[in-house]
């Protein structure tokens, strides 16, 4: 699909967006209802992450109220209910037909740079561009990190990061071993656990939350309670909560609570967390009891929160039981695993990604490669981000949030460009008496 039908011929634009998923998308919206001249690059295909790296069964893990891009909220029958994978391309494809943004596919951006004339120069796979302003909406989340360990595994075992799980027949016949608990882990284990294959999961340090709590999905107090309007400069962790793995749960069938302990009790095999693999034998840490019973204590501090927040209002809402753990670690947990012994015939890493801004020239990142900005407004002029997790708020690189990100963007842009035109009008003004001189 190439939105795109007309082209300048210098291929020069007033604002370039480098991205076309939903945040690209979004500052798209705002800049097409100001009028301003742009393009959206982007290097596969619209929505691309969502249509080529989830897998089958992936649904969001919040509710679909919370899906509101701008100028388009979620307006179907299942509101509390939670889109599946094929449910979330149709919305986003929506959106673009309902505005028609100006994007051309198949346009990887592979340096970005600013002449001394303060312009920026983009090179990419299909040619050069440049632009005035320029919005990197890329997200944050750019190179599968697979561990070097990896290299070590038998020939025989299949590896794959989670981004390219697709389901349980994708892969061999046999034990699996899961290697991460963040979201995709907790919930690639769940979707290989229901599908009865015997699966081996090392679990970390991410924490949990209920689905629902005193009547409501947590989601709906939390919005209630104004967390997701929390920017981050305020959040007690400041920008350190960027670093922090999100809490497990899952939106499948209606959504509900993920409980590895209640795996353990149907036959998952829970280790601590994967340390190493030598000769065909992986080793895990200690910790499991803890990282379990951490786990547990950030699901039930939410919980806390959420009743002092029901009593200070004197809202009405159901009392309910806290949860009580259904199963302990034993003392013998194992500390390694013979993989081709244990028949483990495939591995899935799902430890994350990592960002990649390599391609950018600019003298905006911190030594951890990354960039310093206020709500995405960078130290170079005309620059800037959208999309990255806790960029402002909670919900910055979330279908919930990204709409207040790109007005704030919108507006930003609208101003520099102000500004821009009336230092180019003042700088003829002060050159027309010497040019008539001259002349």
Same mark, same amino acid.
């Given at each position: 699909? %190439?939105?795109?039908?007309?082209?300048?011929?210098?291929?020069?634009?007033?604002v370039?967006? !480098?991205?076309?998923?939903?945040?690209?998308?979004?500052?798209?919206?705002?800049?097409?209802?100001?009028?301003i001249?742009?393009?959206?690059?982007?290097?596969?295909? *619209?929505?691309?992450?969502?249509?080529?790296?989830?897998?089958?069964?992936?649904?969001?893990?919040?509710?679909?109220? &919370?899906?509101?891009?701008?100028?388009?909220?979620?307006?179907?029958?299942?509101?509390?209910?939670?889109?599946?994978?094929?449910? !979330?391309?149709?919305? !986003?494809?929506?959106?673009?037909?309902?505005f028609?943004?100006?994007?051309?596919?198949?346009?990887?951006?592979?340096?970005?740079h @600013?002449?001394a004339?303060?312009?920026?120069?983009?090179?990419?796979?299909?040619? %050069?561009?440049?632009?005035?302003?320029?919005? *990197?909406?890329?997200?944050?989340?750019?190179?599968? +990190? +697979?561990? @070097?360990?990896?290299?070590?595994?038998?020939?025989?075992?299949?590896?794959i990061?989670s981004?390219? =799980?697709?389901?349980? &027949?994708?892969?061999?016949?046999?034990?699996?071993?899961v290697?991460?608990?963040?979201q995709?882990?907790?919930?690639?284990?769940?979707?290989?656990?229901?599908? #009865?294959?015997?699966?081996?999961l090392?679990?970390?340090?991410?924490? @949990?939350?209920?689905?629902?709590?005193?009547?409501?999905?947590?989601?709906?107090?939390?919005?209630?309670?104004?967390? =997701?309007?929390?920017?981050?400069?305020r959040?007690?962790?400041?920008?350190?909560?960027?670093?922090?793995?999100?809490? =497990?749960?899952?939106? $499948?069938?209606?959504?509900?609570?993920?409980?590895? $302990?209640?795996?353990?009790?149907?036959?998952?095999?829970?280790?601590?967390?994967?340390?190493?693999?030598?000769? #065909?034998?992986?080793?895990?840490?200690?910790?499991?009891? #803890?990282?379990?019973?951490g786990?547990?204590?950030?699901?039930?501090?939410?919980?806390?929160?959420?009743?002092?927040?029901?009593?200070? %209002?004197g809202?009405?809402?159901?009392t309910?039981?806290?949860?009580?753990?259904?199963?302990?670690?034993?003392?013998?947990i194992?500390?390694?695993?013979?993989?081709?012994?244990s %028949?483990?015939?495939?591995?899935?890493?799902?430890?994350?990604?990592?960002?990649?801004?390599?391609? !950018?020239e600019?003298? *905006?990142?911190?030594?951890?490669g990354?960039?310093?900005?206020? @709500?995405?407004?960078?130290?170079?002029?005309?620059?800037?981000?959208?999309?990255?997790?806790?960029q402002?708020?909670?919900?910055?690189?979330?279908?919930?949030?990204?709409?207040?990100?790109?007005?704030?963007l919108?507006?930003?842009?609208?101003?520099?460009?102000?500004?821009?035109?009336?230092?180019?009008?003042?700088a $003829?003004?002060?050159?027309?008496?010497?040019?008539?001189?001259a002349?």
């Open positions: 699909m %190439n939105l795109l039908t007309t082209q300048d011929p210098d291929r020069h634009y007033a370039l967006i !480098i991205g076309g998923g939903q945040a690209g998308l979004s500052i798209s919206y705002y800049l097409k209802q100001e009028g001249d742009h393009l959206v690059l982007e290097k596969n295909r *619209i929505g691309h992450a969502w249509r080529n790296e989830r897998w089958d069964t992936f649904c969001l893990v919040t509710p679909n109220w &919370q899906c509101t891009l701008p100028g388009f909220p979620y307006n179907g029958d299942d509101p509390y209910g939670f889109m599946k994978k094929d449910d !979330i391309v149709a919305y !986003i494809d929506a959106f673009v037909a309902s028609q943004p100006p994007v051309q596919e198949g346009v990887a951006v592979t340096r970005l @600013r002449d004339d303060g312009v920026y120069r983009l090179e990419t796979t299909q040619g %050069n561009y440049s632009a005035d302003q320029v919005v *990197i909406a890329v997200g944050g989340y750019h190179l599968p +990190v +697979v561990p @070097r360990v990896a290299e070590k595994l038998p020939a025989g075992i299949v590896q990061h981004s390219d =799980y697709l389901n349980p &027949q994708s892969l061999p016949a046999g034990e699996v071993l290697v991460g608990t963040g995709s882990g907790c919930q690639i284990a769940e979707d290989l656990h229901l599908a #009865g294959r015997r699966v081996h090392c679990v970390g340090d991410a924490p @949990r939350v209920a689905r629902t709590y005193r009547g409501k999905d947590v989601v709906e107090w939390l919005d209630k309670m104004k967390y =997701y309007d929390l920017p981050v400069d959040h007690p962790l400041g920008t350190g909560v960027r670093e922090k793995t999100n809490h =497990y749960v899952t939106g $499948r069938d209606g959504g509900r609570d993920i409980d590895l $302990r209640k795996f353990a009790l149907e036959g998952m095999q829970l280790y601590g967390r994967f340390e190493g693999l030598d000769d #065909g034998v992986a080793s895990f840490g200690p910790g499991l009891a #803890g990282y379990l019973d786990a547990d204590a950030v699901s039930e501090s939410i919980k806390d929160s959420i009743d002092k927040f029901i009593e200070a %209002n809202i009405a809402a159901p309910e039981a806290r949860y009580v753990p259904v199963w302990q670690p034993p003392a013998d194992p500390s390694s695993l013979d993989l081709q012994g %028949n483990i015939s495939a591995v899935v890493w799902c430890v994350g990604f990592r960002t990649d801004f390599s391609w !950018i600019e003298a *905006i990142f911190d030594g951890r990354y960039p310093g900005h206020e @709500r995405g407004v960078t130290g170079a002029p005309g620059l800037y981000f959208l999309g990255l997790p806790w402002y708020t909670w919900g910055s690189g979330r279908f919930s949030g990204i709409a207040r990100d790109a007005q704030y919108s507006e930003h842009i609208v101003a520099h460009r102000g500004r821009r035109q009336d230092a180019v009008g003042s $003829r003004t002060t050159m027309s008496p010497s040019m008539s001189q002349a």
